[in-house]
């Protein structure tokens, strides 16, 4: 996945309300909610009382969304499955997208996952005062002491924060990070070819002639390490060749493959974990606001 570190560009503007800008993020965002409403109208029709094929992997799906909430929030808060399994699937599609190579990832974009986070802490400040009263509320800034007002005050902002900047910093680092192994793979690809094809033909019929009797001796003594230099050997003096006879001018031959790799973690593996982390902060954090009703035994 490339990433533009300059930011998410501009398609157009809408021209009302001093102009509102509709860009990568959004167009990405907006096909991840249209597939997500999509895919639940798909997977919800045609429901058995004996589930089989498709059915049975979404039951599976939703009765482990289903544990992983009680377990982190407890029975009493099991009707917030929705929401927490609504912002985990539209972390990991937000951030898959980026995959398709002409979309951007929308967990890429601050914008994106700043508004998540300041929704999970619109919902908590609402359950606070709900349960305890506007002055409650207000309250719980001043304890232990009034001198911890500050404090309680700068944590209350820095909770959406902290979350917001987790999960947009691991995407997006993960992008840039992948875009600058890209580049520089594809400057040292034109930078060996050149200097394979520069002899003309000799030096890569030489790396060929090489390559093809390490992969000889890989094949007689099953010696991992002649096979890996054998093939690279053979590629870029195969390679070269063609640099030389001027088919492949300019083609990055390095720069394929590697960052693919690269992209199975950033983009597959670290995508789950955020969504993952960002999901069970917001459990832990709403549950926190929304304790356990204590039981009335009859005196």
Same mark, same amino acid.
């Given at each position: ?5 300059? #930011?998410?560009?501009?398609? %157009? *503007?809408? &021209? +009302?309300?001093?102009?509102? @800008? ?113 002055? #409650?509320?207000?309250?719980? %800034? *001043?304890? &232990? +002491?009034?001198?911890?007002? @500050? ?149």
């Amino acid at each position: 996945m490339e990433l533009n570190v300059t #930011g998410a560009f501009v398609y %157009f *503007t809408i &021209p +009302i309300f001093g102009g509102i @800008p509709i860009t990568q993020t959004t167009v990405s965002f907006l096909l991840v909610t249209v597939l997500l409403c999509w895919a639940c109208v798909y997977l919800g029709k045609g429901l058995k009382k004996r589930p089989d094929g498709k059915q049975v992997l979404v039951e599976k799906g939703v009765m482990m969304l289903h544990n992983m909430v009680v377990e982190t929030m407890g029975a009493h808060n099991a009707h917030w499955m929705p929401f927490i399994g609504t912002i985990f699937l539209s972390s990991i599609c937000g951030s898959l997208i980026g995959l398709t190579g002409f979309l951007r990832s929308a967990t890429a974009d601050i914008s994106c996952v700043i508004v998540w986070a300041l929704m999970v802490t619109a919902v908590i400040w609402y359950n606070n005062i709900k349960n305890n009263g506007f002055l #409650g509320w207000l309250k719980g %800034f *001043t304890e &232990p +002491i009034v001198v911890m007002t @500050p404090m309680n005050v700068v944590s209350e902002i820095a909770q959406p924060l902290s979350m917001a900047f987790r999960h947009f910093g691991n995407v997006a680092g993960g992008g840039v990070i992948t875009t600058i192994i890209y580049a520089a793979l594809s400057a040292a690809s034109v930078a060996v070819l050149n200097l394979i094809s520069s002899s003309g033909w000799l030096v890569g019929a030489i790396l060929v002639a090489v390559g093809a009797g390490l992969l000889l001796v890989w094949k007689k003594k099953k010696k991992k390490a002649s096979m890996v230099f054998g093939l690279v050997s053979l590629l870029l003096g195969f390679f070269g060749l063609l640099q030389a006879a001027g088919v492949l001018s300019g083609v990055p031959i390095l720069a394929y493959g590697i960052p693919a790799v690269l992209s199975c973690y950033f983009d597959l593996f670290s995508g789950f974990v955020q969504a993952y982390v960002f999901s069970l902060l917001t459990m832990v954090y709403i549950a926190g606001s929304l304790p356990e009703p204590k039981e009335h035994t009859p005196s």
